[in-house]
């Protein structure tokens, strides 16, 4: 168990709709990272959050948003979804704001749209 | 833009057998992480490399990292089935925050 909780684990939803997943970083970590898993694109960085505010920003699209929460759990916005959506969506965690540690992931997000 | 390709992609081995993947990375770095990925699972950290010549062994895992060379390797000794997975490398560009990973090398070890 890596100490970071993602919710929830399994997603089924049509295309149009919106979802919001969340992530409980490990205790301690004050940045999150999301990234998304599919087949054609494999593991893409979306976006980090460092102690509630926007730290780097990856192949997230216009769509997709996220955010921070003083308690530092974070949630990521899909809306407007469509087919190509569908992936495997990671949470993981750091102390800091820097990479020079190791992240720990979640369990992740299946994310099926239909 | 920093790009980071393994090989192979896929791996079918046989148990007892030695072999290597390897991780090239177009940018310079010198932070370089290995990780496991079973199916449908997370990824489980394995190895974190963070300078010139790191090496560091876990059982029959050793990864080693040549900054100059951009060139990372996971070298598997005596094979057994449960080290069957998908595993990944990721490098952290120098001032990024992110990880970019490689493709994954799917490794499959046979009895």
């Known amino acids: 168990d890596s100490g970071v909780t993602q919710t929830p684990k399994h997603l089924i939803t049509a295309t149009g709709q919106r979802v919001t997943l969340r992530c409980s970083p490990r205790?301690?970590?004050?940045?999150v990272y999301w990234y998304q898993q599919s087949l054609d694109q494999g593991l893409q960085f979306l976006i980090q959050?460092?102690?509630?505010?926007?730290?780097a920003k990856g192949n997230i699209l216009e769509r997709f948003s996220a955010q921070q929460f003083p308690d530092l759990h974070s949630e990521l916005n899909l809306s407007s979804l469509e087919l190509g959506d569908s992936a495997l969506y990671f949470c993981?965690?750091?102390?800091?704001?820097?990479?020079?540690?190791?992240?720990?992931f979640g369990q992740g997000t299946r994310l099926t749209v239909v | 833009e920093l790009k980071v390709e393994q090989n192979p992609l896929f791996l079918s081995m046989q148990e007892g057998k030695n072999y290597t993947i390897y991780c090239n990375y177009s940018t310079t770095s010198d932070r370089l992480y290995w990780y496991r990925q079973d199916p449908g699972k997370s990824l489980e950290s394995l190895f974190v490399l963070l300078s010139n010549g790191a090496v560091k062994q876990e059982g029959r895992l050793m990864a080693s990292l040549d900054t100059k060379a951009r060139l990372s390797t996971l070298h598997i000794t005596a094979a057994v089935h449960d080290l069957s997975a998908t595993y990944f490398c990721?490098?952290?560009?120098?001032?990024?925050?992110?990880?970019?990973f490689g493709q994954g090398t799917r490794l499959t070890i046979n009895p």
């Open positions: 993981a965690s750091t102390p800091g704001g820097h990479t020079n540690t190791e992240a720990f």
């Open positions: 959050y460092y102690n509630g505010e926007e730290r």
């Open positions: 205790s301690g970590d004050l940045s």
């Open positions: 990721a490098v952290a560009p120098r001032g990024a925050q992110k990880l970019v």
